[in-house]
């Protein structure tokens, strides 16, 4: 089966400009995730949808970011007035709500903001 | 807050050789899992092993696997007969076991390179 796809595959952008980055979680994984990847870190977690709402969104850094899942499928992340900082690159993972809850990544989005 | 801490940025390793990659964590938790991803190239986090902080017994899956010492809060990973698609960075991850988010808590990571 299909797994997360995470679209676009590479952003650039300006500084100051709206951007919207997807994901396609796995069929039928109620819990999805997004987390930011600068360059020589391990992710970090940005904000956490059970279903529809956003269970935790702890991780965001800053109100220029905000994520969506209106249907409890595909998911958004929106970045506001970007900044070169937020180069990085975004990954979202989906699972299920299980004992185990293997979190399954996606490939990412590179964003950089020029 | 929980931390995750990998000491070594870089290893390398001999194919057919064995390497062990360390992680340390620090917790108030007492139940919880433990993670060890590889990331190619491709960007892709690929779920290598996980340990259950309750089961005392060692995760191991085919060439991989773990030394959990609990009271130590030290999860290392050892591949055995390295292999050039080992080749990765590897990142120790922590979860909370229940309650609150189910969020992933990662190390800097460790770039493993294998050598022919």
């Known amino acids: 089966g299909a797994g997360v796809s995470q679209t676009p595959s590479n952003k650039v952008t300006e500084k100051g400009k709206y951007v919207e980055l997807r994901c396609d979680p796995i069929?039928?994984?109620?819990?999805l995730y997004w987390y930011r990847q600068s360059l020589g870190q391990g992710p970090e977690f940005l904000i956490y949808?059970?279903?529809?709402?956003?269970?935790?969104d702890s991780g965001l850094p800053n109100d220029r970011f905000f994520a969506v899942r209106p249907e409890g499928s595909v998911s958004t992340l929106k970045i506001q007035r970007t900044e070169r900082g937020d180069s990085a690159v975004y990954l979202c993972?989906?699972?299920?709500?299980?004992?185990?809850?293997?979190?399954?990544f996606g490939p990412g989005t590179r964003l950089t903001v020029l | 807050a929980q931390t995750v801490t990998q000491s070594q940025p870089e290893m390398s390793v001999q194919e057919a050789e064995t390497v062990t990659l360390s992680c340390t964590y620090d917790?108030?938790?007492?139940?919880?899992?433990l993670f060890w991803y590889k990331q190619p190239p491709s960007r892709q986090m690929i779920l290598v092993i996980r340990?259950?902080?309750?089961?005392?017994q060692n995760a191991t899956e085919n060439r991989f696997s773990v030394n959990f010492q609990k009271a130590a809060k030290s999860f290392s990973l050892k591949i055995s007969d390295s292999q050039l698609g080992d080749a990765a960075m590897y990142f120790c991850?922590?979860?909370?076991?229940?309650?609150?988010?189910?969020?992933?808590?990662f190390g800097k990571g460790t770039k493993l390179t294998v050598n022919p």
């Open positions: 917790t108030s938790e007492s139940d919880y899992y």
């Open positions: 340990q259950e902080a309750y089961k005392q």
């Open positions: 069929s039928g994984h109620t819990a």
């Open positions: 993972a989906s699972s299920l709500q299980s004992q185990y809850n293997e979190q399954f």
């Open positions: 991850a922590f979860r909370r076991s229940q309650g609150g988010s189910e969020k992933l808590v």
């Open positions: 949808f059970q279903g529809t709402g956003a269970a935790d």
